[in-house]
């Protein structure tokens, strides 16, 4: 049965006409891009008043944003969520037929509700916003016009204006990039009236190569008891044992004169180095024998900054330094190799 089907569907696929003229499919390509990007341009001429008084009532909501749309439209509504959500606006999707039927708990008089619908005259979307209404909630609609249905219903309107679809001007296209376009915009502007930060964008990123890239260095730096910390005059017998004693074994000691400031550092490899020449006195201080010269770090820097101080000057520590040169932490090249930076 399943066989038969699969060959019923595939013999009702549309297939390359015999005797047709070959398609030059980058001038149709070229074709849709122009049409899009115009539909897009066109949309930014017609920004009104209505977009800075949406973007206030998303800003100042004491709710979540919740976003909706059908057909196609639907799918765009559950990207605009994502990104929304993903700048820090609480967001999430609600389906207008699902909403009908019992998803409308949902939705809250705090909320505010984006309706998607390029023509405006969306059965379930005007069925929903009755009941929204009713609840309190606020309504901005993108549309293509504001004369359209749901545009007299909303509270607000963003026009999309009316074009014909890209193509074969029948499946949505130029009408959903529009519709994604602008929501892009709508997030942005939010984003930037709530003084939205990169410390808070990591916040919400916490994987992947966005979390990396805005990652600061306090975030994963060693600290507390986990960052060894030695007296210019330790004897080394008494720094190779604070070494080892750290948690997380780490491969160096952080060195300090009496007021607390970074004078140097002793690493593994200074310590293979003395063994080596013969010079692993046990009882000698640490000043005698470290390195003098130690790379840092700020805590506010990105680690990525950070690992290229590592990667350029071919050390495995770093130490992290405070403004009046106080050590506050230390980065090892194990640990930027586990979190993936080098």
Known sequence: MRASLGSAVRAQRPGPTSGAPPVDVLAVAREVLRDEARAVSD??????GDFPAAVHAIAGCAGRLVVSGMGKANFVAQKISATFASTGTPSHFVHPGDALHGDLGR????????????????????????????????????????????GRAADLTLEMGRWEEAGTGLAPTTSTTVMMALGDALAMAVLKVRGFTEEDFAAFHPAGSLGRKLRRVKT?????????????TTPLSQVIATMTATPGRPGAAVVVTKAGKLSGIFTDGDLRRLSEEGELHLERPVHACM????????????????AEVLRAHHVDQVVVVDEENRPVGLLDVQDLLTLRFL
């Open 43 to 48: 949309a930014a001429s017609r920004l009104n």
């Open 291 to 306: 390195g003098r010269h130690p790379k840092t770090v700020r805590p506010n820097q990105h680690v990525t900054a950070a």
């Open 107 to 150: 939705i809250t008089r705090e909320d505010v509700l984006l309706a998607l619908s390029h023509s405006g005259e969306t059965e379930e979307m005007l069925s929903l916003l009755g009941p929204v209404k009713e609840l309190g909630a606020k309504v901005l609609a993108m549309t293509a016009s504001k004369a359209s249905s749901l």
């Open 220 to 232: 994963v730096m060693r600290t507390g008891n986990m960052l060894p910390v030695v007296q210019r």
